[in-house]
């Protein structure tokens, strides 16, 4: 474990918020997998705010979690650790198949998935608005709830203890959210933007950032 003394420091600096320690892990550890992330094809914005919420579970802590930092032991690399910690945790949230306008440039890719890539840059900010105003109609448990697993990626079993409830209750308030939330999602992507219901699902199909919209809105909220 001596060979990483200076990581155990660095990852408990950064815990304390020291700004420099930040600044070098900054650097050092999360602009290499946002690079990754890019250079695997997926777009840029989703990749920036993939990262913003990979730093903020790795360093800000809840009163229902550590920050995953936290758990960093020095029996590897810290490069190592976050690596496979970060990557797992951006690709859960971005899917298999990124987001890319390089299609346009392929006179033989599918045009569904260009028209998607093309919805997606074009009306990200409207799809940002319509998730948080459905997250808003949600009641209190259920908003908690689906914020605790998307946000702070805890499993199922310790949101039904945070909340006194058997674990088939939470997975109930969790499903019964996101099917309120991809209603309310169909629905303003047809009625305000008039998007005909195949192009509806090509786009949510395709787009990697609805899940990334919810966590950004359940942080925010």
Avoid: N
């Avoid at 960093?72 to 910690?85: F, K, N, P, Q």
């Avoid at 899917?95 to 998935?113: F, I, K, N, W, Y």
């Avoid at 998307?150 to 039904?160: F, N, R």
């Avoid at 209603?183 to 786009?203: C, I, M, N, Q, W």
């Amino acid at each position: 474990m001596s060979g990483h003394a200076d990581e155990l420091g660095l990852a408990a600096a950064c815990l304390r918020g020291d700004p420099d320690a930040l600044a070098r892990f900054e650097h050092e550890h999360l602009a290499p997998v946002a690079a990754t992330l890019r250079r695997a094809g997926y777009d840029r914005t989703l990749v920036d705010e993939t990262i913003q919420l990979v730093r903020y579970r790795l360093l800000v802590a809840t009163p229902e979690r550590p920050a995953k930092l936290a758990t960093y032991r020095g029996l590897g690399s810290l490069r190592g650790w976050l690596r496979v910690t970060a990557l797992r945790q951006a690709r859960a949230l971005l899917g298999p198949r990124p987001v890319t306008l390089a299609s346009e440039r392929d006179p033989a890719a599918d045009p569904a998935q260009l028209e998607a890539a093309l919805l997606a840059r074009d009306h990200g900010a409207d799809l940002r608005r319509i998730v948080r105003a459905a997250i808003a109609s949600l009641d209190e448990p259920a908003r908690h709830a689906l914020r605790l697993e998307v946000v702070d990626g805890l499993p199922h079993h310790e949101i039904a203890a945070l909340h006194h409830v058997h674990r088939t209750t939470i997975v109930r308030w969790i499903e019964d959210a996101r099917a309120t939330i991809a209603a309310a999602v169909r629905r303003g992507l047809r009625h305000e933007l008039g998007l005909g219901p195949a192009t509806v699902d090509s786009f949510l199909r395709s787009l990697a950032g609805l899940e990334l919209s919810l966590a950004s809105a359940l942080r925010a909220g």
